[in-house]
T-cell receptor, first 122, second 110 residues
């Protein structure tokens, strides 16, 4: 059974870098069938897709976050990561890592991590 | 503000059917048949229950069904059960080549 687990600091100071890692077990991320990505949910709001990456390394970002976000793969560790620069309180959210497929890309997320709350505060 | 609009809450009694709407535009729901729905119980990860507008992943109850008309997608749950009480989110592929989500609907089983 595939499992995804987010890890990273739960508290980040404004203007600093938010860094999260998703460890994948029960299957390899180095395959062509799926995309690996990040989705977040700010308090009291809906889900927001952030970014995804293909096994080849091709990455895709939400336009509003493209300038601040970087997603990467580490196939040797079966992990992928998200870095978000210059964070503000608006980046406070539960962050989920996901496996996605469909519509020729990453429309549907069938495996999710449990989510990790990241709070941006001084 | 979420890109797709869902009612904040719906409710129903056991055995009844309920429908949750998800309204977008011609740039998302109306333009593509790539609509999905997720169920999330408190403290749990979301679960994919509908994809490609009306398809169910293996293992998802046939009490869940999806449909679409113009710019609005709908999730119908028939034979409501206590275990269906959860938050439900819709999503759609968009003309910007990304995925938009709804704000979520809290389903209460009375």
């Amino acid at each position: 059974q595939l499992q995804l687990q987010e890890s990273g600091p739960g508290l980040v100071k404004p203007s600093e870098i938010l860094s999260l890692t998703c460890s994948v077990s029960g299957g390899s991320i180095n395959r062509s069938d799926y995309y690996w990505g990040w989705i977040r949910q700010p308090p009291g709001k809906g889900l927001v897709w952030i970014a995804s990456i293909y096994y080849s390394g091709n990455s895709y970002y939400d336009p509003s976050l493209r300038s601040r976000a970087t997603i990467s793969l580490d196939t040797s560790k079966n992990q992928f990561s998200l870095k978000l620069n210059s964070v503000t309180a608006a980046d406070t959210a539960i962050y989920y890592c996901v496996r996605s497929w469909g519509c020729g890309g990453d429309c549907y997320s069938d495996y999710w991590g449990q989510g990790t709350l990241v709070t941006v505060s001084s | 503000q979420s890109a797709l609009t869902q009612p904040a809450s719906v409710s129903g009694s056991p055995g009844q059917s309920i429908t949750i709407s998800c309204t977008g535009t011609s740039s998302d729901i109306g333009g593509f048949n790539f609509v999905s729905w997720y169920q999330r119980h408190p403290g749990k990860a979301p679960k994919l229950i509908i994809y490609d507008v009306s398809n169910r992943p293996s293992g998802v109850s046939n009490r869940f069904s999806g449909s679409k008309s113009a710019n609005t997608a709908s999730l119908t749950i028939s034979g409501l059960q206590a275990e269906d009480e959860a938050d439900y989110f819709c999503s759609s592929f968009t003309s910007s080549s990304n995925v938009a989500f709804g704000g979520g609907t809290k389903l209460t089983v009375l």
